[in-house]
């Protein structure tokens, strides 16, 4: 059975009351076998109550603070924001991976740096570099293949890897109470987006089964890539050259380029994400916030001053800017999925 | 009144069954109310029905050539697919007017070319520049001022302009036949993107009014914009430097960019799009067609060894490849929206 073609202007009205009607009937049918909670492993403390009176207006027909369905865009960031990035950011995990994975192929890694340190296990070693070994890592394990291959070396990645701390797979490393609040959203009309400073190819291959967020509304970094054809099969192969770095300023700019319509809703954790806040609550009706990583029980208490997800401007302005600040200790009944 | 989030495992399967009520419904009510023919507008060709074969296969559950729902990426170019190119393409419309209108602050362009030839209208004197004048001309129009700004110009432009052989604005220069084919494919599923040469933030501004297809599918070249903070408001700034040249080679690169999967469907009509055409058909149920320009009546005969649109590479793998070729003379019963 599919749907059957047909002009908007002949039907529209009678379509727009048949919605109606199913509308009905699901509010109905939720209410009939128990709506469960919105939200459920929030507490119920002012910053549930600031998010869910946000979209209680922008989905208020008639309202002031009304906005139309196609407007509903929501961004997050990722790392920090949807899943954890502590002891490392997880694609840091993935290229040391790679990179042990790899060494057989290159015994001159051995004797040279940043490889020799990551073979060695030596963190310290491989920062001491600065951003330039990080760079020749990333490379060294992003490109030089095709796209295709990329997006399967992730999958296998995801697959078999652990979190160092958890013992988890990294794709169960993703928060709880945000994934509920992506659900929530898209329940209110809102179209999701990750807007990272992490590779989108490094994303795309999970955040369906992750986050339900579908490949084309995933924006990040990206390296540039190449059309070839090889023995009369096209493919795209990844060369080693940044294209386009999706973090601090380039969030707003990566906004504009993939999205092209300024959001209304953004979730950040760190200074990374501060021009993005910025640019989304500039204008109209807007909400803002920033997850807060206050709890050393169920996670790792940081961001002030930290290597990893600095958050310091931010924060000092997220009051006077009404930008929600969540308070992952006190706002959150649950983190982790896997938690008790 | 919204639809109230609910957990999926809890009522998925009596949403699922709501839905196939409502479609049985609006099935009903679509024959009840007198059915419309899809794509009335194309004549009762092989063309036809080889497209509606393709979405019947794609649409039929249990089928061999089903395609899920979210995996039914369709992807059009602009210029010469959806719209006309003629006599100049439009975004080049746009430059020279832009040129003229910003002429009276440089009275050093009366001098100076390529600005001189603009303001003398003519044409030849433009292209003798080569490529590096018609850069020089679109920096100049499309950068130095705000993203917002921008497409305000864009808007008012056109609101105004009207196309120098059939005196219409320009977005009434669309195909009608294509823009059925859109609403054809989304009836079925299918998410229509434009994968254009180009601008985005060119196009942007138009394509939901022209086609139904909002920013965030339209992908395209684009230029550089820099985040700043000017009087505390967040603006992006328009740089006159090209940061993705949306075209040729670069097509199925701005898919993987912007989209992150392969289409299913593309229609093209020139060699800017061969790489696209064989991206998309390299893989899996696909289907790919070209607009051949064969109507000297109703618009332009033209693309084979044409300046603009040039057709010929495509065109002579089409058969072999099995691309479908729409002859537009043949194929098409009506051209444009405003023909009789």
Do not use: C
Request: aromatic share 10%; net charge negative.
């Amino acid at each position: 059975m599919r749907i059957r073609s047909m002009r908007l202007e002949a039907s529209g009205a009678l379509l727009a009351s048949l919605v109606v009607a199913l509308l009905l009937i699901v509010g109905g049918a939720v209410t009939a076998t128990g709506a469960q909670e919105d939200l459920p492993s929030w507490n119920d403390t002012a910053a549930k109550a600031r998010i869910m009176d946000f979209v209680k207006a922008t989905t208020t027909a008639g309202g002031e603070g009304f906005v139309a369905a196609e407007d509903r865009i929501a961004v997050f960031d990722n790392d920090g924001t949807l899943w954890s990035e502590q002891p490392l950011y997880n694609q840091l995990a993935f290229v040391f991976d790679r990179i042990k994975a790899l060494a057989p192929e290159h015994p001159e890694w051995k004797e040279t740096e940043p490889f020799k340190s990551v073979l060695a296990g030596d963190l310290g070693g491989v920062f001491k570099g600065g951003a330039k070994g990080v760079v020749d890592l990333a490379m060294t394990t992003h490109a030089g293949m095709t796209t295709d291959e990329f997006s399967k070396i992730v999958a296998d990645w995801f697959a078999s890897a652990r979190h160092p701390q958890t013992g988890k797979p990294y794709d169960q490393m993703t928060y709880l109470p945000m994934r509920e609040l992506l659900d929530y959203l898209r329940a209110n009309g809102f179209k999701t987006y990750i807007v990272s400073g992490g590779g989108v190819e490094f994303m795309r291959p999970m955040t369906g089964k992750m986050y339900g967020i579908p490949p084309e509304q995933v924006v990040g970094s990206t390296i540039t890539t190449e059309f070839a054809v090889v023995d009369d099969v096209p493919v795209l192969r990844r060369l080693p050259k940044i294209d386009f770095v999706d973090d601090g300023p380039g969030k707003p700019a990566g906004i504009n380029k993939f999205i092209g319509r300024r959001p209304i809703f953004v979730a950040g954790n760190s200074d990374g994400d501060y021009e993005m806040l910025r640019w989304v609550t500039a204008k109209g009706p807007s909400f803002a916030m920033i997850v807060h990583h206050t709890d050393a029980e169920r996670e790792v208490a940081y961001d002030r001053k930290s290597e990893i997800g600095k958050l310091d401007k931010a924060l000092d302005e997220a009051e006077r800017r009404n930008w929600l600040v969540v308070d992952m200790k006190a706002d959150w009944r649950q983190v982790f999925a896997f938690d008790k």
